[in-house]
């Protein structure tokens, strides 16, 4: 088994919310593709993502 992990325990308890928000942008093609070859496009995406995830009921 590894050892204790070194970050914050309050990063470690909410680092599910990370996943699940990282499993709901991969619905969309272009975040789980990559076809935007910048990373300033790639982050507009993913913050385009976002707020439609953040609005949707």
Same mark, same amino acid.
């Given at each position: 088994?590894?050892?204790?992990?070194?970050?914050?325990? =309050?990063? $470690?308890?909410?680092?599910?919310? %990370?996943?699940?928000? =990282? +499993?709901?942008?991969?619905? =969309?093609?272009?975040?789980?593709?990559? $076809?935007?070859?910048? +990373?300033?496009?790639?982050?507009? %995406?993913?913050?385009?993502?976002? +707020?439609?995830? =953040?609005?949707?009921?």
């Amino acid at each position: 088994r590894d050892g204790p992990v070194a970050c914050p325990k =309050w990063a $470690y308890r909410c680092r599910h919310l %990370v996943e699940n928000l =990282w +499993a709901r942008l991969k619905e =969309w093609r272009a975040v789980a593709t990559r $076809y935007e070859k910048t +990373a300033t496009s790639f982050l507009a %995406v993913i913050h385009i993502a976002a +707020a439609a995830d =953040w609005i949707k009921p």
